[in-house]
């Protein structure tokens, strides 16, 4: 559980791992126990550049591009949120966007965030995978 110190706004929590392992789906849980919003990181790359999904942004403006547009979402989250934290969950490749990596280890040094890894089998996330 994490404890509140008292004058310090607590983390935001951010959960990252990959795909299909559970990141949006527990986001959310956790998000409505403590009473935080939820946002999930893909949904703000693709608001930022109009696209209708991931699919499409990557079909029509390539990984630089969509990884450019990943950090800048992560920024927007990071930034915006400062008074009232969140539970955000990353997209799977977000720690590879360049700068993002860096921006998630200072948020940590600085107690800004609490980055949580998910991991699932690989029996657990073909099958969920497949299922999408």
């Known amino acids: 559980m994490l404890e509140k110190r008292p ?27 403590l009473s935080r919003p939820f946002v999930d990181l893909d949904e703000v790359t693709t608001s ?16 630089p591009a969509f990884r450019e547009a990943e950090l800048k979402a992560l920024k927007k989250c990071m930034l915006d949120a400062d008074a009232r ?5 990353l997209g799977g490749g977000t720690p590879i966007a360049p700068g993002a990596a860096d921006l998630l280890r200072d948020g940590v040094a600085q107690r800004r965030i609490v980055l949580i890894y998910l991991r699932g089998t690989p029996a657990t996330l073909r099958a969920r995978l497949a299922a999408t």
């Open 7 to 33: 004058n310090q706004t607590p983390p935001h929590l951010m959960l990252m791992g990959l795909r299909g392992s559970g990141k949006s789906t527990l986001g959310r849980l956790v998000a409505s126990r």
């Open 48 to 63: 930022l550049l109009g696209m209708g999904t991931l699919a499409e942004l990557w079909a029509k403006l390539g990984e």
């Open 85 to 89: 934290r969140q539970v955000i969950a």
